[in-house]
């Protein structure tokens, strides 16, 4: 174990960890990076086991013991605060104890995350990463095999949607669509039948958009405006949830959820 | 329009709006004081229209003009402050613009709230608003007709609660069960069959476990532990969302989705 004891919050080693709550500045650091952050004992374990090689871990000294397989499995530095300073440094109190700081991989190309897969999610521009966590989380227990991102969706290794993902980020593929544009169309010539869950008038129930059908790529939109326009009209169908007179949406991770439930059963 | 302009954020007749964002301040606040809050213009439409009977307003000047026929329908004196007391006052910058006040009506008894109904949705523990929200929302949608919540679920009636249902907790009947211990026999003896949703072993697929059933009631608990033993064994049928191989559950919001679905097209 490479345990390195640190008193000062402001020690440069610690620039992984900065300002966790704020977005923006996350964001940035974490792409021009190429880390992220998992937090809490399991969360940092499934990242691990997923692959991911850890940068460092910043920890109170009470969280050392817990980890000690996975700290010692590595050489990566584990920076050990008073519990008080590792707050001050994440800027919130760190209450499940543990950070790592993990090195992102490669994002895998389009083909190899759909080899073999016959439910494939693809999601256009979500805004909240609880979303698109969330979305995870239910394509994996519910049965889809992959993930496909527009190149404006949120990130799925942002810390909350790891969160909210319960590690679902770390074990279903996933990759960034390199072009918006002819995305779906491009996926329907790879065989998947694109199935757009819109509130469009030529929308029909999902149950009978996906009935028979072999590869099926699920696609949904953004939080506040669904779908751009572009995506609506160029996927091979239109589908809707069916929902009680007056109400018009459900939101985007329960409508996800019930979607690849009934996907899933075809 | 009763319009009191004010300026001073520590001004006594503002105490409804105090520190939004302490829970446990509101939670006994709103409770002791038998109002609620509603935040942004639509949501305070649809509380007033629901029948909701307002106690105050408060706003920023430019958010007046947008609400006045809703506060020409009323007495309730509306304060007006300038945007940053307003957001001082409520401890977060209020960027809906408007709040509202208003008193919760008495919560009907059980017997009023399923006249009728078909599809109940029955809440044991739920701790987080978003939750209940998420629950409410999904339910209107999805063609229930009623919740019933246990004593110590979670309000929704809270700030949180209200936004994230997207305003079914108005439209929605719902009421509180009286008695924790027998409520799922009594609901049977109600002529409701209570289908409680489950991971335990002899849980059957949710699609078989309401299939042909005339009123159900849909029974969910809390999202860390599940249901109370109690109230698991109490159920006539314990149903369980098929997930894969491995995963073994799905977050409470995309859960109650669902079954909710699968429910509401037995």
């Given at each position: 174990?490479?345990?390195?004891?640190?008193?000062?919050?402001?020690?440069?080693?610690?620039?992984?960890?900065?300002?966790?709550?704020?977005?923006?500045?996350?964001?940035?650091?974490?792409?021009?990076?190429?880390?992220?952050?998992?937090?809490?004992?399991?969360?940092?374990?499934?990242?691990?086991?997923?692959?991911?090689?850890?940068?460092?871990?910043?920890?109170?000294?009470?969280?050392?013991?817990?980890?000690?397989?996975?700290?010692?499995?590595?050489?990566?530095?584990?920076?050990?605060?008073?519990?008080?300073?590792?707050?001050?440094?994440?800027?919130?109190?760190?209450?499940?104890?543990?950070?790592?700081?993990?090195?992102?991989?490669?994002?895998?190309?389009?083909?190899?995350?759909?080899?073999?897969?016959?439910?494939?999610?693809?999601?256009?521009?979500?805004?909240?990463?609880?979303n698109v966590g969330a979305v995870f989380r239910s394509g994996a227990a519910l049965g889809f095999d992959a993930v496909l991102l527009a190149p404006r969706c949120a990130d799925p290794l942002y810390r909350r949607s790891i969160k909210v993902a319960m590690g679902a980020?770390?074990?279903?593929?996933?990759?960034?669509?390199?072009?918006?544009?002819?995305?779906?169309?491009?996926?329907?010539?790879?065989?998947?039948?694109?199935?757009?869950?819109?509130?469009?008038?030529?929308?029909?129930?999902?149950?009978?958009?996906?009935?028979?059908?072999?590869?099926?790529?699920?696609?949904?939109?953004?939080?506040?405006?669904?779908?751009?326009?572009?995506?609506?009209?160029?996927?091979?169908?239109?589908?809707?949830?069916?929902?009680?007179?007056?109400?018009?949406?459900?939101?985007?991770?329960?409508?996800?959820?019930?979607?690849?439930?009934?996907?899933?059963?075809?």
């Amino acid at each position: 174990m490479n345990l390195v004891p640190l008193e000062d919050p402001a020690d440069p080693r610690l620039a992984d960890y900065r300002d966790l709550r704020d977005v923006q500045l996350r964001k940035s650091l974490e792409t021009e990076h190429g880390m992220f952050l998992a937090e809490g004992e399991k969360v940092i374990r499934r990242a691990v086991s997923a692959g991911f090689a850890p940068r460092s871990f910043l920890m109170a000294p009470r969280w050392v013991d817990g980890l000690a397989d996975v700290l010692s499995a590595t050489d990566a530095p584990c920076y050990v605060l008073p519990e008080e300073l590792a707050s001050e440094v994440a800027g919130f109190h760190v209450h499940r104890g543990a950070l790592a700081s993990l090195n992102r991989t490669p994002l895998p190309p389009v083909a190899e995350v759909l080899a073999g897969a016959r439910s494939v999610l693809v999601l256009e521009d979500l805004v909240d990463h609880t979303n698109v966590g969330a979305v995870f989380r239910s394509g994996a227990a519910l049965g889809f095999d992959a993930v496909l991102l527009a190149p404006r969706c949120a990130d799925p290794l942002y810390r909350r949607s790891i969160k909210v993902a319960m590690g679902a980020v770390f074990t279903l593929p996933w990759t960034r669509l390199p072009d918006w544009a002819d995305a779906l169309p491009s996926l329907s010539a790879l065989g998947f039948t694109t199935v757009a869950l819109t509130l469009a008038d030529d929308a029909t129930p999902i149950e009978d958009a996906v009935a028979g059908l072999d590869r099926v790529a699920l696609v949904l939109g953004s939080e506040g405006h669904g779908l751009s326009g572009r995506w609506e009209q160029s996927a091979d169908r239109r589908a809707i949830i069916p929902m009680r007179e007056g109400i018009d949406s459900l939101n985007v991770a329960a409508a996800s959820a019930v979607a690849c439930y009934v996907t899933a059963r075809r």
